[in-house]
């Protein structure tokens, strides 16, 4: 398993993360902004393009994925023509022992294979960057490396994070 796993490595940006969150849901954040032309004006908080539909795709498996930005006020960087510089997935949740965690992960996978025309395999295998932003312990985590490899390193996060919360 070869994937990066920076601690406190990135914070998630101003406002991207709910005030409340419920436990029972994993909330998809902004990862990034885009710089507004107008003086004084606050940079719009970003979603990359790919997530569009993820939250959707997520009821329908029963997921409890939602936007952690309300409808009418969520921003995509190709409004403003940014590319994102890879595929990335920003998370927070309230706790790593979520059991939504490694499926959400799991279904962006999915649907970046669906829609990039690629086998899941083929997309298990790609670089992917995923933000986990965890709420109870104010841990923020960057992981970095192939889909099947973050995913791999979620399990092992998550499982310390069950230990921790049997512990207490």
Same mark, same amino acid.
């Given at each position: 398993?070869?994937?990066?796993?920076?601690?406190?490595?990135?914070?998630?940006?101003?406002?991207?993360?709910?005030?409340?969150?419920?436990?029972?849901?994993?909330?998809?954040?902004?990862?990034?902004?885009?710089?507004?032309?107008?003086?004084?004006?606050?940079?719009?908080?970003?979603?990359?393009?790919?997530?569009?539909?993820?939250?959707?795709? %997520?009821?329908?498996?029963? *997921?409890?994925?939602?936007?952690?930005?309300? &409808?009418?006020? /969520?921003?995509?960087?190709? @409004?403003? $023509?940014?590319?994102?510089?890879?595929?990335?997935?920003?998370?927070?949740?309230?706790?790593?022992?979520?059991?939504?965690?490694?499926?959400?992960?799991?279904?962006?996978?999915?649907?970046?294979?669906?829609?990039?025309?690629?086998?899941?395999?083929? %997309?298990?295998?790609?670089? *992917?960057?995923?933000?986990?932003?965890?709420? &109870?312990?104010? /841990?923020?985590?960057?992981? @970095?490396? $192939?889909?099947?490899?973050?995913?791999?390193?979620?399990?092992?996060?998550?499982?310390?994070?069950?230990?921790?919360?049997?512990?207490?």
């Amino acid at each position: 398993m070869t994937v990066r796993i920076n601690e406190h490595g990135w914070t998630p940006l101003d406002g991207a993360v709910p005030e409340t969150l419920d436990a029972d849901k994993v909330y998809l954040i902004p990862t990034r902004t885009a710089v507004q032309t107008a003086e004084g004006a606050k940079p719009e908080l970003c979603y990359t393009d790919n997530v569009r539909y993820l939250p959707k795709a %997520a009821r329908v498996k029963g *997921l409890p994925l939602e936007f952690s930005q309300p &409808e009418g006020e /969520r921003h995509y960087l190709q @409004e403003f $023509s940014i590319d994102p510089e890879m595929w990335s997935l920003g998370l927070a949740l309230l706790t790593m022992a979520s059991d939504w965690l490694i499926l959400t992960v799991s279904l962006f996978i999915s649907q970046r294979a669906d829609n990039q025309g690629w086998t899941n395999e083929q %997309a298990h295998e790609l670089p *992917l960057r995923v933000y986990v932003a965890e709420t &109870e312990t104010g /841990r923020d985590i960057e992981l @970095e490396g $192939s889909g099947t490899d973050v995913i791999e390193a979620l399990k092992v996060l998550q499982a310390e994070a069950k230990k921790r919360k049997q512990g207490n």
